[in-house]
């Protein structure tokens, strides 16, 4: 069981999808896990403590960050719990965009600020950002691209502002990842799914494992002079895409 003496990294969403493969490469590492999500996992470690909140809304959020942050000693930070709320510039609403900007960009902002005291202490801090390659434009996704795109903005400047603190602040930008969420709606066969398969040029969809895998490298001890960067993890759907 994770304690306030023992170091730990805090995973949003790690419930399920890209947030459980990290924490449970964390694990398989012998690290301590606090999981942050909306709902409570079905899955159970020894080293895993989970907490329950709707990261969309400000006051669970600050509520539980200060919980976590009197109970565990954390030295690093993914922020990976995310939402899509698919939508048109025709279609989208503001109550869409205000519960993706509170996800992607004030509960970064809000569980980074109640972290930073033993991030600093520790003297090599890690934070990881889960942004999208939708942050370089997606059709249908507009208020999801613009707070993806966002995050990309949050890290480089903490990046900057947390650097001489040991602190190092990446984000990860996955491409299509098959996903349970993902599957749903994309069916094995369908057009649409289809249509996503002959746009990776690796000729194969994304794995959770994939993207964990790049975060176990931005949070690695040995990893101290990487900060500020995007990381795409999309199979070479960027390919040709012009940068941000």
Partial sequence: MTTSMTPCIVVTGASSGIGRAIAQALLDQGQSVVNLDYVLPEWRHPQLVSYQADLTREAPTRERAA???AKHNVTALVN?????????IDTA????????VGLHLRAVLLLTQAFLPTLRACGQGRIVNMSSRAALGKADRIVYSATKAGMIGMTRTLA???GRDGITVNAIGPGPIATELFRQSNPKGAPQTQRILDSIAVGRMGTPG?????????LSPDNGFVTG???????????GVAPI
């Avoid at 994939?210 to 931005?218: C, G, K, P, T």
């Fill in 67 to 69: 919980e976590i942050a």
């Fill in 80 to 88: 990976n719990a995310g939402a899509t709320r698919p939508g048109t």
């Fill in 93 to 100: 609403t503001t109550e869409s965009l205000d519960d993706v």
């Fill in 160 to 162: 900057m502002e947390l």
């Fill in 210 to 218: 994939d993207v964990a895998r790049a975060a176990l490298f931005f």
């Fill in 229 to 239: 960067q995007v990381l795409y993890v999309c199979g070479g759907t960027t390919l």
